[in-house]
């Protein structure tokens, strides 16, 4: 698989993209992996000995996954956080930001979409999901074109396989 280290022009249409969810600013390296995925880099190698490295070894990616950057099946282009993106800059993260009830982190971490309250209601497109405490980013989710209704992004090997109290 191709690796790609984004230049200044593809990481600030990146950024320009993460903006909704208030990040102005990635100091590290950022890694295009495949045709969608984005992983950051802060090591101590430069550009050129990544890409030395990787025509020596075949390596699929380097650095830490943080989101996608794609083009969905009506042809417009989303970028959007990974959990681990979420938490790298975290302290960035102001826009979007969707705090669930109790209840409803119960039903997320089963795979269940999210019927939202409507104090919760928000415009369409992607939030960062926060634990009904408020403490910590348990995930990335897709508000409906109602505002009403949350569609999580949760990989399988992450949730529940039922319910408990």
């Not at 405490?133 to 409906?144: P, R």
Request: charged share 40%; with cysteine.
């Amino acid at each position: 698989m191709k690796i790609q280290i984004l230049d200044r022009t593809k990481k600030k249409k990146f950024v320009d993209g993460l903006n909704e969810f208030g990040i102005t600013k990635i100091s590290e390296m950022l890694v295009r992996s495949g045709e969608e995925r984005i992983r950051a880099f802060s090591g101590d190698l430069d550009r050129e000995q990544i890409m030395d490295l990787w025509k020596l070894l075949p390596i699929e990616g380097v650095g830490l996954y943080v989101g996608k950057d794609m083009v969905n099946r009506s042809g417009v282009r989303e970028v959007r956080l990974s959990l681990d993106g979420m938490h790298v800059w975290k302290e960035q993260l102001e826009g979007r930001v969707l705090v669930l009830t109790e209840e409803q982190e119960i039903e997320w971490f089963l795979g269940r979409d999210i019927e939202l309250e409507e104090k919760q209601k928000m415009d369409e497109g992607f939030v960062c999901v926060k634990s009904f405490d408020g403490k910590d980013f348990v995930g990335i989710g897709k508000v409906g074109a109602d505002g009403m209704k949350l569609f999580g992004f949760l990989p399988k090997e992450r949730r529940r396989k039922e319910r408990i109290s």
